[in-house]
């Protein structure tokens, strides 16, 4: 066989290809082959491609090699690589959306109107019919497939990342409008915990806008109750073997002041839990978690979203609550999206905008004020 490869006839517009690949790591000599239907000049040119592919290394990887297959040995080999939260992000991913849409389709094969199709349809009819994914949820399946396909191109099993092609055309879906409570519910809802090991979680996600995991792992070490202030840097992340403490979500800290309701209450629970853990022969320090079980063990942030479903709805509807409330109380945009530790106002303007309907009347009466007082005549002497 040539070093251009081989085409032989097998039936009514069925090819077979034969094409050397380079060696193996035991030094022998190896073979591709591939079945084509169409006709002779398309298996042609598709031998052509084959052998360029293998003059480049990329014929390494067998030809049948399905895209669910690459998913399986990309999570494999690079689960030491990642965060294990990182990781069950990946293979949820990959098992729930990735696999199902894409898996059938050979890895060398996977179009930029594959990776079209699969989106236009989770966008419209969700995952196996269902409702349709939202807009954070198609960003991180992007991602995902993203890293998995450049992992691909980086080891010369494809020649491009065919997402790469699609860049502004993928649907994003509708930003998801954030569902908010007023005051009056929120403190109701806070009361009604009294009793339970979540209501110092509640008070803390209503008052400083925490997400579930920054609750969780805020530690007394971090909570200044002299200076009211509560220093926001770890959280806790569930995974299947238990908590995993790490940073927050944009990996930086920030400082945020306490009402003083939440001080009040902070007050409260440290002499409670105090007095608990002592009958438990156990000594309240600083590496404790402010909100905990009784006997002083942090809580599982999927545990308190499942007891808020129970009781009274979404846990993030507190956060979107506390933001809302601020806004409209006047509150500038940037120092509400430092409170809840946006990386981007946009991400806060997006979000929340929808909560503001009097904004718009109110900057309305501000320019009337402005240039009505611009026509006064000037003060003479």
């Known amino acids: 066989m040539s070093g251009a490869g081989h085409i032989r006839k097998r039936g009514a517009n069925s090819w077979e290809l034969r094409w050397p690949l380079p060696a193996g790591p035991d030094g022998k000599r190896r073979i591709g ?5 169409g006709s002779q000049r398309d298996a042609s040119r598709l031998l052509a491609q084959r052998v360029a592919e293998a003059d480049t290394g990329m014929a390494a990887v067998p030809g049948k090699l399905t895209f669910g297959e690459w998913c399986e040995r990309w999570l494999s080999a690079f689960a030491g690589d990642i965060k294990p939260i990182t990781r069950q992000w990946y293979s949820g991913t990959c ?5 199902p849409a894409l898996g059938a389709v050979r890895l ?3 179009s930029p109107l594959h990776i079209k199709e699969a989106f236009t349809l989770w966008q419209t009819k969700g995952r196996d019919g269902g409702r349709p994914l939202a807009r954070s949820s198609l960003g991180q399946v992007r991602i995902v497939l993203s890293a998995c396909l450049s992992a691909a191109v980086r080891l010369d099993l494809l020649a491009r990342n065919p997402l790469d ?8 879906g509708a930003p998801a409008e954030a569902q908010v409570m007023d005051n009056d519910r929120v403190a109701a809802l806070i009361e009604a915990a009294r009793d339970t090991d979540y209501h110092i979680a509640l008070v803390l996600c209503a008052t400083l806008g925490l997400r579930r995991g920054e609750a969780c792992g805020l530690r007394w070490r971090n909570l200044d109750l002299v ?4 220093t926001i840097s770890e959280a806790i992340t569930p995974l299947a073997g238990g908590n995993v403490w790490g940073t927050t979500k944009t990996g930086k800290s920030r400082i945020l002041a306490l009402p003083r309701f939440a001080i009040d209450e902070m007050h409260r629970h440290r002499a409670a839990m105090a007095e608990r853990m002592l009958a438990l022969g156990v000594r309240l320090d600083g590496i404790h978690t402010v909100a905990c079980h009784g006997d002083g063990t942090p809580l599982r942030p999927d545990a308190l979203t499942r007891w808020c479903s129970k009781h009274f709805g979404k846990l993030h509807t507190l956060r979107h609550s506390h933001a809302s409330a601020l806004l409209n109380a006047g509150v500038s945009i940037t120092t509400v999206a430092d409170r809840l530790g946006h990386q981007r106002v946009t991400t806060t303007l997006e979000t929340y ?3 503001m ?8 009466e501000k320019i009337d004020l402005l240039l009505s007082g611009s026509k006064r005549p000037a003060n003479r002497p």
């Open 165 to 172: 092609r699609l860049r502004g055309m993928l649907p994003t």
């Open 95 to 99: 098992r729930l959306y990735l696999v």
């Open 353 to 355: 905008a929808h909560t």
């Open 357 to 364: 309907p009097g904004a718009d009347r109110d900057a309305a």
């Open 227 to 230: 200076a009211g202030t509560a």
């Open 108 to 110: 060398r094969d996977l």
């Open 33 to 37: 082959t591939e079945t084509f239907k």
